[in-house]
Structure formats: structure tokens, C-alpha cells
């Protein structure tokens, strides 16, 4: 209750990973059962003679989705996609999840039955066991916390941290649609909020707008690999923007990168919308986050193996760390690739 | 983007546990892993020759804690200890915890260094290993929400559900401290925001405020009955008074209770703020809240036992579940003990 003398130094001056970087740099492990703290997709546990996964993420009404155009079983089958996503980026299989929940009044049991019947119905699809939460009030809509656990084999786990010179760097899917279907639908919301214009024409966007409200985890790309017993030497997930994300793993690995941007994967809705809302469309699949998709990198001799492999693209190759990180565009100059995170919020 | 049309029941018709039931009834198990979904403290998780413990849990402000009278670094170290004590509550010791926190604008990086460095105190208090978490920007407050991993030997795990007739049920520590606490704070922040008074005497109110301000888990009591031999039949954390948590004891243990109302183990300093303050002492005992002590069940043999035990309390027994769950004051009349949770605020 007394007035406050410290010096302030905003949380925006740091960016989200300086942020998470400085809140966590001086923390100690003391446990012998922790293999891996902060700084991965998820926590690595030792557990017997396989690596245990755990991580958690937040999701908040207002950041991350808007109930205006998120219909709540959506949201609910999202969240636990967004979630499981970051135990696929280590290479591992989600078991288990845990859903807390804080909720204002504005909310019926009808609405949380929708909420969670998406929840329930990603679960079964990806084989997860709802295992427990925690449910609250709340002053201000709807908070959604989860963990997840998850499990891989010691010589299957991909850290941020194994990419090599000369490894490819690769993707799954596109990028971007998620980014351009949220502004297809937050124009959507304008013109209804503005001009009481019930409903536009969505007609060719159902894929970018499916892709915002009710993406799937790649699971199936982690199985392909493992089907051909290709380990990736780094793994991550997109979900801040291919950009972050190469720096993420060019920091781990202390390496550097060169991104083509002829070579990105983007779909024809995403080009339809970015041209028709005046975006550039690289710039949604640099920077656009929420894709769902993974990045990761392999050995250069898995060449031929995986250019003929459907929903794969190699996007650029590792360098070393000197050579820093880089986007070449198609008359070979070199762009500085720049972090996002939500500093830009 | 269309009317809602469903019919609306409010969450509040439900109550807490009502709605926990009833959007957790319909959840299917497949993993081979889980040995315990929702339902208890913690879920359980098979992991080679020892059982996993995973907890989530919630912490919004405005709910959950007020920063006019909790200090970041306090609200930190209580955080880690309401989350770790679920852990505690199956009998089990925490080994990892995840914490996700969402803010607002008015953070700055070092109150989050106050916040963080009583996490870390906590962790390192309790050894436990802070392994991850998520950061977010929020549109009101700050959000906490924390993952907390455990281990124990399956042999020793208690769960809600093994209390049986004629056992006895006992406490930890003593109760409705924390609640009489807080309503001193409260009062305090009353005069300070009605009578713009500082600061008024909270002489001999130090050990309820603290109480409520920065907690400690029960390891001790964990540890101790584990040296003694005694492995509770059933265990619980008593956070949101003894009265739910004994009732969440009967439901799953399928039995009855009677607690004897004069054996409620209530601190001096808890007497006297609740005389001053015209408040029932008992019923902050039986519904207070925050007490972050242990309510477990051990067989009746165990009685001479434990009442030499000092911080144990026997304060009842186990009936058959036709014989209900009531409250016997000292002039033998029964009270029908009844459920709380957050359906009150």
C-alpha cells in the first residue's frame, strides 16, 4: 500500500523472448530427473527409460481469439491443437492433457458444453486424455490454460538446439493462412460492427478461414518421418512465424540460416486474400504465426528423399553462426530476418 | 455472428463442483498411461515402476488475489505453494512446474522480477525445478496459471477415494487462518481506499496475515507420516475449506463423516480477529479457504499414534455414506455439512 519508488522498465522495451529470457536465465535445476527447463518447445523429463514432454501454454480472450467470429467448440478443438503441437515439435506422441478454465458470467453451461465438446473431440481425434483442469470465475471473459504431456524416445527427441551447417531447413504445409484467414474474418467483424452487414461472401476462403478457427496438429507429418526413419537434427513449431522460429533454432543450435522466399510454401487463398486486402504475402508466411505447422531441419543427404515427399518443403540451409540469419530474395539480395513474438501487440 | 438462440443455464445454477461434473462426465480414457483422469487432486500417470502426479491450476486477479495488499514476490511464492500442494495431497512429492502468466500494461519488467524471484524462492524452498512456461500479453491484470509435476511410489499414492468406515479423519496445521487474515487485509484496504488511511495497526495479526500472503506447503506432514509408516487411506489439500473437502472425501470414498466441531483446530490469533471483527470462527475454519494444510483419513488402530503428534489433529471420524456428513456440536446436535466453491462470489 505504498506508493511505488522502483525504476520501470516496461515489459515492451525487452520483447517477448527477452522477456522470457530475462525472467528465466538465473533459474537453478536441481532435480536429477530434469533433462531440459525453459528455452524448448516443451520441458524434458526423465521418466523411466523414455523422455517425458511437458508444456504449457495460455490462451486469452482479447489476444488470442476474439468470440465475435470463434465459435466456442472451434476454440475449444484449436486450444488443444495449439497445445499438443509444441509435443510434436520435440518428436514426441501427446498422452495427456489438462484444461484450466476462468470464465465471467457472460458465459451459460451451454456455451461451455460447446466449448468443451471441441475440446473432447480434438482429444479423441489425436488421442490425448483429457486428465484434469482447474475451472474459475473470472472478471473478464475467458482464460484457457493447458498442459500437456507427452512422450518420446531418448534417440527420437528433436531439440532446437541439433541443426547443423549444411542441414536443410524444411516445412511442413504453408504459411500464412491462418494469418490471412484471421484478417479475412476481422474484416468480416468490421463491417458487421460498422455497417451492420450481417454477412460478406466468404465464398474461397473456406480453406484460410478453417485454417484460423479450426487447424489440426501435424501429427501425421511426425509419423511420415518416423516411418522413414528420419530423425529431424532440429524441430519446432510455427506458431510465431517461420521468422521467430528460424531464429529460435539458429540461436539453440548457434547457427545461422538462408531462407529462399521463392521457395516458401504458400497456398492460392493465401495469395487471393493477401492481393485482395493489399498484403504482401510473404510477409504473412514470415511473420504471420498461428500455422500450425513445424519447421525443422535434416541432414543435406536427405535431399532426394524428401523432395518427392507431398506436404514437405525445404525452404533454405543452415550456415554457420557467423554468416547470420538471412531472407534471399529471387535477385539474390539478402534480408536481415528479424524477430516477432508479441512485442508488436 | 448470429443471435444466439440456445437456451442459456447459468454456470451458477451448477455451483463449482456441479459444473466440473457435468463437463467432465462424457470424457473417454484410452491412454494406456492414465491411471486417474479428473476427479482428484492430481492426475496419475503410469510411469515405469513410479507413478506420475500432473496438477493445473488458476490464479486471476481480481479472483484469486488482489495486488493492493498481495507483494509480487509474495503472490509468486504462494502460487508455487497452492500449486505444489496438490502434489503433496496424493501423498507424493513435486518435482517440476510450469508457470504461464498473461499481463497487462501495467507490469513492468521489475515487478515481474519481484513476482519471479518469489517463484523462485518457493522452488528452490521446496526443490522443486521451474522447467517452463508461457508469456503473454493480457488485456486485464495478471493471469497465472501453473503446471506442477510429481512423483510417488505406487505403494504410498492417496487418493480422495480410500477413506473407510470408522477411519479417522485428522488436519494438518489448523484452520481458517488465512480467511481471517484476509478479512483483515480487506479491512485495511477499506480504510485506506474510504479514509485514505495508510496504514493502521496489524500488530498480533502477523500470523494470519501471513498466513495469507505467503503460505507454506505441508512436506513436512508428508514427510513425517512417511517416516512414521503411516500411509493415509485417503488425503486431500484443504484450500477451499474443510467442509467441501470433506464432503469431495465422502463422494469418492462412497462413506460418511462426522466432524466434531469443538475438535476444529483454530489458531489464537484467528479467534481474535474474528471475534474483533464479528465473524463465526468456525465457519472460517469450515469455509475459509487458502488454509494450504492436509485433511487425510488413517485407520482407527492409528489413534494413539497420532495424537501425540504435534501439528496433527484428529477431528472426526468416517461413517457409512447412508449416515451422511455432518458437523456435531458440542451439545451432540448434528449440522448437515454443505458444499462451497466459488459459487458464492
New interface residues.
Partial sequence: ??ADK??????S??G?FG??D???S??????P??V???GDD??V?S???RL?L?????F?E???FDL??NPLAHLGYKTVVNSIMDIYAMNGTP??I??????S?K????M??QL?SGI?LA??HY???????????????L?L?T?V?G?VDKDRIAYRSGAKENDLICVTGNLGAAFMGLQILER??RL?TDQNI??TNLDGYEYIIQRQLKPEARRDMVELLKSLGIKPTSMIDISDGLASEILHICKSSKVGARIYLDKLPIASQTFKAAEEMNFDPVVAALNGGEDAELLFTVPIELHDQLKNLGGIDVVGHITAESKGAFLVTPDGSEVLIQAQG?TK?
Fill in positions: 500500500m505504498s522502483t525504476p520501470r522498465t516496461e515489459v522495451s525487452l517477448e522477456l522470457i530475462h525472467l528465466t538465473s533459474i537453478k535445476l536441481t532435480q530427473t530434469t531440459l527447463g525453459v516443451a520441458a523429463i521418466a523411466g527409460d517425458m511437458l508444456s504449457t501454454d495460455l486469452l482479447g489476444i488470442h465475435v467470429y498422452t495427456q489438462t484444461v484450466a478454465v476462468g470464465l458470467k458465459f451459460s453451461v451451454e461451455l458444453d468443451y473432447k482429444c479423441e488421442d490425448v486424455d483429457f486428465v484434469g483442469g482447474d475451472t474459475s470465475s473470472s472478471y473478464t471473459g482464460t490454460s498442459s504431456v512422450w468480416e467483424k458487421y450481417a454477412k508479441w501487440q
